[in-house]
T-cell receptor
Framework: GEDVEQSLFLSVREGDSSVINCTYT??????LYWYKQEPGAGLQLLTY?????DMKQDQRLTVLLNKKDKHLSLRIADTQTGDSAIYFC????????????FGTGTKLQVIP | NAGVTQTPKFRILKIGQSMTLQCTQD?????MYWYRQDPGMGLKLIYY???????DKGEVPNGYNVSRSTTEDFPLRLELAAPSQTSVYFC???????????????FGPGTRLTVT
């Protein structure tokens, strides 16, 4: 099966940039996703990247994809206290997009 | 649209008791999923369904059962609750035609279950 790894915790100061990293094992994925989970809530899609792209920018969010190294990252510019949450990368399983494997999640703590 | 709704929000069970976690979506999505979330472990897929009448096991199905008699509803059944089933349970749904993103999953708010 797919293995998707993330570091568990990241702490940054308000206004700094945050970089959350993810590594995966299956190279056949087409879409790769980032989900955000706020305290006490379910996950919500934050952004995504198609596998033929190296980079995608969406306002304060930048997604970088290195397919050779199977490495995905999410950069949040000018991190705000409202960005405090758990961030999950998600990679579709081989042969179908309807199932994904979620990473372990990275808890982002923003210090005022 | 209410999206994905789950009931109850919280539940405490004694070992050996049974219960059903309810999940309903009003987006006419064909795919539905049950996950459990344990600290530091991410989300593990318990069961999923690709349409009414069709279900399949995920990564951690032992101790659980599901049914999908309608497009809208996907209940999760725990027959003999065990302390290892203490977790937060999330239901999700998706569709091929969800915005421009294939198979984006929409999540319910979760059910926090404690088995003692």
């Amino acid at each position: 099966g797919e293995d998707v790894e993330q570091s568990l915790f990241l702490s940054v100061r308000e206004g700094d940039s945050s970089v959350i990293n993810c590594t995966y094992t299956d190279s056949s994925s087409t879409y790769l996703y980032w989900y955000k989970q706020e305290p006490g809530a379910g996950l919500q899609l934050l952004t995504y990247i198609f596998s033929n792209m190296d980079m995608k920018q969406d306002q304060r969010l930048t997604v970088l994809l290195n397919k050779k190294d199977k490495h995905l990252s999410l950069r949040i510019a000018d991190t705000q206290t409202g960005d405090s949450a758990i961030y999950f990368c998600a990679v579709p399983l081989t042969g179908g997009y309807q199932k994904v494997t979620f990473g372990t999640g990275t808890k982002l703590q923003v210090i005022p | 649209n209410a999206g994905v709704t789950q009931t109850p929000k919280f539940r405490i069970l004694k070992i050996g008791q049974s219960m059903t976690l309810q999940c309903t979506q009003d987006m006419n999505h064909n795919y539905m999923y049950w996950y459990r979330q344990d600290p530091g472990m991410g989300l593990k897929l318990i069961y999923y369904s690709v349409g009414a009448g069709i279900t399949d096991k995920g990564e951690v199905p032992n101790g659980y059962n599901v049914s999908r008699s309608t497009t809208e509803d996907f209940p999760l059944r725990l027959e003999l609750a065990a302390p290892s089933q203490t977790s937060v349970y999330f239901c999700a749904s998706s569709s091929r035609e969800t915005r421009e993103v294939t198979y984006e999953q929409y999540f319910g708010p979760g059910t926090r279950l404690t088995v003692t």
